[in-house]
Nanobody, 120 residues
Framework: VQVVESGGGLVQPGGSLRLSCSAS????????MGWYRQAPGEQRELVAN???????NYADSVKGRFTTSRDNAKNTVYLQMNSLKPEDTAVYYC???????????????WGQGTQVTVSS
């Protein structure tokens, strides 16, 4: 199973970015998909996650500014980030809670991360 993020980059404060993350491979099912971020010198923190049925959970710091959604048919999750602030600068990671095809156990798979820099 591979998890790949895309859509990071440099944006000015107040701007917007949309991140995408797709899972591929021998996938029997995906439960939660989530977004985390890690700034230099900081621990990785949850940004948002979304269940298969669409229920979402957000960090307080991004509520009202970020929105996550998913396309289950494409095994893809999105993170729309609006009103970006310099403190949102970090490497953003995607993860997916996956049942491998033909197996019963579930595993968490992580992407390699995509850099988001908010600066003027």
């Amino acid at each position: 199973v591979q998890v790949v993020e895309s859509g990071g980059g440099l944006v000015q404060p107040g701007g917007s970015l949309r991140l995408s993350c797709s899972a591929s491979g021998s996938i029997g099912g995906i439960s939660f998909m989530g977004w985390y971020r890690q700034a230099p010198g900081e621990q990785r923190e949850l940004v948002a996650n979304i269940a298969y049925g669409g229920s979402t959970n957000y960090a307080d710091s991004v509520k009202g500014r970020f929105t996550t959604s998913r396309d289950n048919a494409k095994n893809t999750v999105y993170l729309q980030m609006n009103s970006l602030k310099p403190e949102d600068t970090a490497v953003y990671y995607c993860n997916a809670f996956v049942r491998v095809l033909g197996r019963t156990e579930w595993w968490t798979y992580w992407g390699q991360g995509t850099q988001v820099t908010v600066s003027s």
